[in-house]
């Protein structure tokens, strides 16, 4: 029956366009051979593009990860399972309407490009649509209005200098302006279109000097080719009062300061942000960008260091690593400065926090004494556990991860630090005890010229052999000491790895990057293998999934994530430009 109704819609598609194409009427071309940006008024805040959207779905469906999709089980149990008919239906009601395939179809529709913009002046959005085939454009318009008919909707038509607007729902209008089509929700938004498409007034967002500059910014990105950007007018936005918390001054959250602080500074000031997007075989990659100066950043040079210029150590590298990420932060400035960074708040948090750290060591003060003993260079690694010869075993197998740090004067903060971590377990213990956890046995050791301090917690006596204990068992907590480095680890394993390999053979990627971050997806599938038992469960728990489909779901997320490379993140300063930029690696095997 579903089938059937497509084929009549598909029918009646084709008739009516061929009578609607009969009676068009030929437009005045106006604008024409305008850019989207012309045809927009100066108060539009968000502009998307994309060049050339036929393009971007080529090479989407051309790429080699799709045929790896394909190529899996858990896909051909979806198609087998009737869940694409739908979607199949709707395709052939399109390609029978555009007497086109549907990709042949998009692409003359949108090889102009598609535009997507949002509007300050009443929050009104739209999406322009620019073909090199007007009569594409005429079908596709049809179309929708016999699909709209079809679904029984109220059908509202109006008259604009000469243009017919047809409704095709509550609030959203449509309107082909020769080769250009138009969607939005927002009547004066389309007026301004229709208006500049005729009149072609200099007024125009075209002709704003910021989004020229913009522009300029965009094109001097050194990038691979872009399938789409954008450009956000963040000083009408700022001005107007959206997102008032990210433009304040002062925060709430002190972590969400250390990590993006710097970030927020720039966007409290620029003009501007853009962003691209960029695909090819490798990968997809994306950029946020923003302008930049040196005297924005007051009172955050614990973030961008002196002259903008703090750069992130090498990431640290170690078997089956998980994620790594390194960033340049002046921990010991930023708590010292707290005042002129977070909010009353938070600031009565950390005055309640930073007297409780004194008082764990021993009347030193924590930000000055403490974090005042460390580097700038802060250094964080996650690896898989390999639980293989080991007893007992926890149920839930989480990943071992560790940071480090660089201590200025070792000698003399070396002993007080392991005596701090010595009493910290110690408190864990009694704490553990109150509770009913199991307990921490303290250990020593020394590695070379290395030296160790461990933890391991205690099993029960009768569960020495278990496969399901506690999540606790994860855990080993561990600080070593190698020279100038500190290393704080959950896992006595990966402290032993970090300070018996050679330095050098454990960094990797050196940038100047301000921070940077990567994500393995070989590791990541590890994981979820080591966790499979213990997902499914869950799954059948939450989801309420028989046993089969709950493996098939989890099984697929595993094959998914091994398609992948991984993820990679950096953040940039310059004199002039930051740039926050995120890249996703696909795999070259042709197999997951």
Known sequence: MARLFFFGCSFLVTCCIGSQL????????GCADCKAAEMLPESVVAYANVPDFGAFVQTVMNHPLRSRIESLSAYDAIVKSGQM?????????????????????VSKLTDRGVTLVLDSSDGGAAILVHSSDPEALERFRTFLIVIRDLQGAVGKQGEYRGFVADSIGDKVKMVRLNDWFVLTNSSELGKSIVDQYLDQADANLANDDWFQEAQSDLANTDRPPRVASAIVDVETLRAKGVAREVFNEKVDNFFGELVLGGVLANVRHAAYATAAISMTDDGLGFELATPHQR???APREYYFGEHSRGAAPPLLDVDQRLFAL??????SQMWLRSGDLLSDRANDKLAVADTT???????????EDILGSFSSEVQIVGAVQDFTDVLPQPAIKLPAFAIQFRMKNPEETQPELRRVFQSFIGFLNVTGAQNGQPQLDLGMETLGAAQLVTATYV?????????????????????????????VSSSTALARELVATEESELTKVRTQSNTFAEVDAESSALLLKANRKTLVANNMLEKGHPKEAAEAEIDLLTDLVSLFEGVSAKLDFSDSRMSLGLNVDVRAEAQP
């Open 459 to 487: 099993p029960d006596r009768d569960k020495r052999e278990s496969l399901d204990e506690k999540i606790q068992f994860n855990f080993s907590p561990t600080v070593a000491f190698d020279g100038e480095r500190m290393i």
């Open 22 to 29: 009969r009676d068009a009427i030929a437009e005045d071309p």
């Open 357 to 367: 750290l004194t008082t764990f060591f021993s009347g030193r003060d924590f930000g």
């Open 295 to 297: 005297d924005w950043e």
């Open 85 to 105: 008919g739908q979607l199949d239906m709707a395709i052939d009601a399109f390609e029978s309407s555009m007497k086109l395939p549907w990709q042949e179809a």
């Open 326 to 331: 390194s960033t340049y932060r002046d921990l």
